[in-house]
């Protein structure tokens, strides 16, 4: 859970109400667990607003505490029912998956099944989106979280029982989404496939070519001339990664780029002395490119835990706009994925009266999002 989240400034009133005020996320979610764990399966839960009152927090804390409650599958936001209920099955999302049989679900010509990982990603928030989009209002939303290694064991629904389609949520379920494709089933991925190719199916992704430019010319027309990337799993295979590489090699700075790796990282989680080492380096990098927003969190509770400050002693930039993105501190510069312009494409796909074409692609241009964790490479030097 990230740990560098804050909640609003307090409000003004009596000393009781700023330190009611001044819980931050994670103390409103330790809050909510209580409360979830006090009512039965099915039985609704209280409304944001009604938390904000109960709690006297800030209507961002809250929200976060329940986008984090959705995310974990504990609470479940219904379509036609009005409001936000306890999980029948709540998820742990470090789970290797749950309820991968949906031949026996009770379905219908106006359900869609939408299939995820929970892993925390900008994925985890499609889900929660999707049963607030307004195209999917009049749908009955079966939203079934599993891991990609588990698709194998995922029976197709009956014919009987065949749903209006479904909605698979990155890329690693391409196979899923080729098999209920072939089995007659109306199919759209939303993540942007393996291969230039494409995905063999309907396939909707916001343009990571564009979003991987975007972030270094942002940090390039702040002065930053030496980058660290994050290098997660297959980094270096992505078409973000290439297009970062492209865009520093036509400014003349191909070799100016270092990669932080999973080990790397992980010897600075366990030793964070060696983070200041590192940047300590009169050649260190000035700026800082996380994967993705989770991770751009993370990486920030570090730096501050070894007194290095953002963008003070350096700038960070995540991917995704999560809504966590805004309760750092500072703000986190961030790629807005537009998911939700995602979300309205991928249902478009499946409401359309013909099914579309196999290699029918839309992709979502991304925008940046300059926030307070990004700073020209001047103003660091003279602070």
């Known amino acids: ?12 009133g009596g000393g009781a109400s700023r ?11 330790g809050e909510l667990e209580l409360l979830r764990s006090s009512l039965q399966p099915g039985e609704q839960f209280p409304s944001q607003r009604e938390l904000v009152r109960r709690l006297d927090a800030s ?15 504990k609470i479940v936001k219904r379509v ?10 709540p998820v742990d999302s470090g789970s290797s998956g749950i309820d991968d049989n949906v031949s026996e679900l009770p379905v219908q010509s106006r359900t869609i099944v939408a299939i995820s990982e929970p892993d925390g990603s900008i994925f985890d928030r499609a889900l929660q989106l999707l049963v607030r989009h307004p195209e999917a209002a009049e749908l009955a939303i079966n939203s079934r979280l599993m891991a990609h290694t588990n698709i194998d064991r995922f029976e197709l629904p009956s014919a009987q029982n065949k749903p209006l389609g479904f909605l698979l949520f990155r890329h690693l379920f391409e196979p899923l989404a080729l ?44 002065g930053h001339r ?11 295979q992505t078409r973000r990664w290439k297009s970062a590489k492209h865009t ?11 990669l932080l790796s999973d080990e790397m990282y992980a010897r600075w989680s366990k030793s964070p002395q060696l983070v200041r080492e590192f940047f300590d380096r009169p050649d260190a990098p000035t700026a800082v490119v996380a994967w993705n927003d989770e991770k751009a969190i993370n990486l920030l509770t570090l730096l501050n835990k070894v007194g290095l400050r953002v963008p003070e002693d350096v700038s960070l ?18 790629v807005d994925s537009a998911i939700e312009r995602q979300l309205h494409a991928a249902l478009r796909l499946l409401l359309q009266p013909e099914s579309p074409s196999p290699n029918h692609t839309v992709i979502v241009l991304p925008s940046l999002l300059r926030r307070d964790s990004s700073a020209p490479l001047e103003d660091q030097a003279a602070i």
């Open 1 to 12: 859970m990230p740990s560098a989240l804050i909640p609003s400034n307090p409000a003004s």
């Open 19 to 29: 330190a009611r005020r001044g819980l931050n996320g994670a103390a409103v979610l």
């Open 59 to 73: 209507e961002r804390a809250v929200a976060w505490a329940l986008d984090e409650l959705a995310r974990q599958g």
């Open 80 to 89: 036609g029912r009005g409001g936000t209920f306890v999980s029948d099955t």
């Open 179 to 222: 098999r209920l494709q072939e089995a007659g089933h109306r199919v759209v991925l939303v993540g942007q496939p393996s291969n230039d190719q494409g995905a063999g199916v309907p396939n909707v992704y916001g343009d990571h070519t564009e979003g991987g430019a975007l972030v270094v010319r942002h940090l390039l027309d702040l």
């Open 226 to 236: 030496r980058l660290l990337f994050q290098d997660s799993g297959l980094f270096r």
């Open 248 to 258: 520093l090699e036509q400014c003349g700075l191909a070799t100016s780029h270092e």
């Open 317 to 334: 930039v995540g991917y995704d706009n999560l809504p966590q993105s805004v309760l750092t501190h500072p703000a986190l510069t961030t």
